[in-house]
């Protein structure tokens, strides 16, 4: 985590518990909670330096993190910077299943219900993650959703849900890309394939139009009718991931 200290000016803080504050005493909010950063921010620098990451540090660090992010309230580019950090140590780190639970976790209480329009994500990287993480889903699902691995599943699948609106909307194209391999004919279900498109098929997250940059044309003649092609193409699938994307992409 390389920056520049930060400067009080640059950042304000905002949060349920600051709006119930009487007006004198949101100056000391704002006053505490930039102190409470600052003191992060080292301690962030010292545990999670490239070269050799302290894990057992940044989890002590955990009550201190869900404090600034729950009681303070920061912006929105400062979430952004933590979750970068975060999936960083998340998807680049060997560490054991517990941890990168526990990271998991960090991300998803980072983001909150924020709408974090700078961060920008490699799909494949986390789709990578995933994949490893089931690619033996009947040990995963024998040892049940809560132990280490079906959790760390479960959380994955969380934050995929969370974050697909961010992927690059250029994805798609990668996304049937890798579609068009998990419907070929050595493969004899679906499964896969409707996993993929359910989980990371960014469509529709435009504000400003319902099909984003792409325009409507673009996925009337190139996404649409491929969409229907590979749910006529095999067995075993789920249609309700197919009327999810088609859901998404009208509106």
Same mark, same amino acid.
């Given at each position: 985590?390389?920056?520049?200290?930060? *400067? &009080?000016?640059?950042?304000?803080? !905002?949060?349920?518990?600051?709006?119930?504050?009487?007006?004198?005493?949101?100056?000391?909010?704002?006053?505490?909670?930039?102190?409470? =950063?600052?003191? $992060?921010?080292?301690?962030?620098? *010292?545990?999670? %330096?490239?070269?050799?990451?302290?894990?057992?540090?940044?989890?002590?660090?955990?009550?201190?993190?869900?404090?600034?992010?729950?009681?303070?309230?920061? !912006?929105?580019?400062?979430?952004?910077? #933590?979750?970068?950090?975060? #999936?960083? #140590?998340?998807?680049? +780190?060997?560490?054991?299943?517990?941890?990168?639970?526990?990271?998991?976790?960090?991300?998803?209480?980072?983001?909150? *219900?924020?709408?974090?329009?700078?961060?920008?994500? @490699?799909?494949?990287?986390?789709?990578?993650?995933?994949?490893?993480?089931?690619?033996?889903?009947?040990?995963? $699902?024998?040892?049940?959703? %809560?132990?280490?691995?079906?959790?760390?599943?479960?959380?994955?699948?969380?934050?995929?849900?969370?974050?697909?609106?961010?992927?690059?909307?250029?994805?798609?194209? +990668?996304? $049937?890309?890798?579609?068009?391999?998990?419907?070929?004919? !050595?493969?004899?279900?679906?499964?896969?394939?409707?996993?993929?498109?359910?989980?990371?098929?960014?469509?529709?997250?435009?504000?400003? @139009?319902?099909?984003?940059? $792409?325009?409507?044309?673009?996925?009337?003649?190139?996404?649409? &009718?491929?969409?229907?092609?590979? =749910?006529?193409?095999?067995?075993?699938?789920?249609?309700?991931?197919?009327?999810?994307?088609?859901?998404?992409?009208?509106?």
């Amino acid at each position: 985590m390389q920056q520049n200290p930060s *400067n &009080p000016s640059q950042d304000t803080y !905002s949060s349920y518990f600051n709006k119930k504050l009487p007006v004198t005493l949101q100056q000391d909010f704002q006053t505490e909670a930039e102190a409470l =950063w600052q003191e $992060l921010e080292q301690d962030l620098i *010292n545990a999670c %330096h490239p070269s050799a990451v302290n894990f057992d540090g940044l989890i002590a660090l955990i009550p201190k993190l869900e404090v600034f992010l729950t009681v303070y309230g920061p !912006s929105p580019k400062r979430r952004e910077m #933590l979750a970068t950090l975060f #999936l960083r #140590l998340l998807l680049e +780190e060997k560490t054991t299943t517990l941890n990168k639970i526990v990271i998991l976790r960090l991300v998803l209480v980072t983001l909150g *219900n924020s709408n974090p329009k700078d961060l920008r994500l @490699n799909w494949r990287a986390i789709y990578d993650f995933l994949d490893e993480a089931s690619s033996d889903p009947i040990v995963a $699902l024998s040892a049940g959703l %809560h132990s280490p691995k079906g959790r760390l599943i479960t959380e994955i699948v969380q934050l995929v849900r969370k974050v697909r609106n961010l992927y690059p909307e250029e994805s798609i194209d +990668e996304v $049937l890309r890798l579609l068009r391999q998990k419907f070929s004919p !050595s493969f004899t279900s679906g499964y896969k394939g409707t996993a993929l498109i359910s989980l990371f098929f960014n469509a529709g997250s435009s504000d400003d @139009n319902k099909t984003g940059k $792409l325009g409507q044309e673009y996925f009337e003649k190139n996404v649409i &009718p491929e969409l229907f092609a590979f =749910w006529n193409g095999r067995r075993y699938q789920s249609e309700s991931a197919y009327l999810a994307v088609l859901s998404r992409i009208a509106r």
